[in-house]
């Protein structure tokens, strides 16, 4: 009895003998040409909020740099001033904003693919 059983004799083996295997269409997504899609804006209302956004969101390795610019500017910090930390928190903020923008990212592919000619 040995051969290659069908498909149909696989799955009622599998399933049992009244059960049918039931087909599935596989489901695309539409992507966007420029491989940029648009995604959900994050909130960011805490530093909490920044650091998930940065992890999700984010360039590469942005997480990582914005703790450590964080930490290097409350440490030079004086105690009652954290401008410079309030300024490096705008600033990844910032990053996820363009990030999240598919006409920025795609002026960015634009100028990359152009070697940098406007």
Do not use: C, K
């Not at 942005?62 to 001033?81: C, H, K, Q, V, Y």
């Not at 954290?82 to 990053?95: C, D, L, N, S, T």
């Not at 920025?104 to 592919?109: H, K, N, P, Q, V």
């Amino acid at each position: 009895m040995g051969g290659v059983r069908g498909a149909g004799a696989v799955s009622r083996a599998i399933l049992g003998g009244g059960a049918t295997a039931v087909h599935q269409e596989p489901t695309m997504s539409a992507q966007p040409e420029h491989g940029w899609g648009a995604m959900p804006l994050p909130e960011i209302r805490t530093v909490n909020d920044l650091r998930s956004a940065l992890s999700r969101y984010g360039f590469p390795g942005d997480r990582e740099r914005f703790e450590e610019e964080l930490a290097a500017a409350i440490g030079a910090s004086p105690t009652n001033d954290f401008e410079g930390a309030a300024a490096v928190v705008r600033a990844y903020r910032h990053r996820v904003l363009i990030r999240n923008s598919p006409e920025i990212m795609t002026a960015l592919e634009d100028t990359r693919g152009g070697g940098g000619r406007t």
